[in-house]
């Protein structure tokens, strides 16, 4: 790869390289330190505005239509005349997979079945989540010698059925494994051609986002942006892009434990971005994925970290603009912008 000036490595560093934009937009915020409270805020409301969401202003949300086997953008569904929220309130309709199970009930119920309307598609979050929580609700209901449940007991199996999820899901396996990796060489040199080739893959594997995820997830449930989630998908296809390639690489020995928290670290973050796409068709999954957000950048932040800390600890410089500086500066170059930002006024 040829040398570029510095303006040009501005240029390529905001064309759309997917960790760097991330990363940036991360840490430029944040800081390299564990979140606090305050710091973690945008998280927080983006998850209160995917919970609270209500397309349709029918007193029930989205994630909540997804349950009932409702239509999120109908405000009375099944012609009741009386919206969703009511509706349910009344006890006049349930949960999907309480109706399919055809639980007995002291209350009529509306029979819920047409397939045409928005119920959890089958492997989604959102499904997974029906199963876990119509376990859950016959469990509370056999505890109260089957009488209906209050709307407060419905939330607390509703939070334990979501707390189920969320472990199920924090199980999930990583990527690639140390035997998965070709590891080879080390030294000097071995480290150089790595770093060149790391940067080749990072450079090839851009997205056509314009901002970081926390933001494009906001203007696409708050602002129903459909370009946000088209970008969301960009950046996903740029994580798992860049996983992949880097696993495909050989790797010097120096650099393989590294190297591989990395490539774990960015797939996970692939799969929580594609997760923030899917916000309206399955709103458990990305209230899951943001829930593990947090962790996972920083996972990502510290990756890169390590990965400088070893190139310095063998006493490699990369000039920006020099083959591999992209890859190997990428928090230096960071932490440089957290310091020229706190300097002005």
């Keep these: 790869m040829n040398s570029v000036s510095s303006s040009q490595w501005r240029i390529l560093t905001a064309a759309g390289v997917s960790t760097v934009l991330i990363i940036g937009a991360y840490f430029l915020a944040r800081g390299f330190g564990a979140p606090d409270a305050a710091k973690a805020s945008s998280e927080s ?8 969401k209500d397309t349709d202003n029918d007193g029930l ?9 409702t239509d ?4 009375d569904t099944f012609h009741l005349g009386m919206t969703d929220g009511e509706a349910a309130a009344k006890g006049l309709i349930v949960p999907k997979a309480i109706a399919d199970a055809g639980t007995a009930t002291t209350t009529p119920r509306v029979a819920i079945g047409d397939s045409s309307l928005p119920a959890p598609v089958e492997g989604t979050l959102t499904a997974a989540f029906a199963k876990s929580f119509y376990t859950l609700y016959v469990a509370a209901k056999q505890a109260k010698g089957g009488a209906d449940l209050t709307q407060d007991e419905m939330s607390g199996v509703a939070k334990k059925a979501i707390a189920n999820l969320s472990d199920s899901v924090k199980a999930a396996p990583n990527f690639k494994s140390a035997s998965d990796l070709t590891v080879s060489g080390s030294g000097v040199q071995a480290m150089l051609t790595f770093a060149a080739s790391a940067e080749a893959v990072l450079l090839k594997n851009t997205n056509t986002a314009t901002k970081g995820e926390l933001a494009l997830l906001k203007d696409a449930i ?4 459909q370009s946000a989630y088209e970008q969301l998908a960009s950046l996903a296809k740029g994580y798992r892009g860049t996983a992949a390639g880097l696993a495909a690489l050989p790797v010097p ?4 434990a590294t190297d591989l ?6 797939m ?17 999954a990305a209230i899951l994925a943001l829930q593990q957000y947090v962790q996972t950048a920083q996972n990502l932040g510290k990756a890169f970290i390590d990965i400088g800390r070893v190139y310095a600890a063998s006493g490699i410089s990369l000039p920006n ?3 591999g500086a992209l890859f190997v500066n990428m928090i230096a170059d960071i932490e440089r912008e957290q310091a020229a930002a706190a300097k002005k006024p």
Excluded: R, Y
């Design 72 to 75: 999120p953008k109908v405000v």
């Design 222 to 225: 708050t602002n129903n942006d």
């Design 321 to 323: 603009g020099t083959p």
């Design 45 to 52: 409301e983006l998850l209160q505005a995917i919970a609270t």
């Design 253 to 256: 020995e120096e650099l393989a």
């Design 268 to 284: 996970h973050m692939g799969e929580i971005t594609s997760d923030f796409v899917h916000t309206d068709t399955d709103p458990l």
């Design 261 to 266: 928290l990395l490539i774990n670290t960015l």
């Design 61 to 69: 949300t989205d994630w909540e239509e997804a349950l009932f086997g």
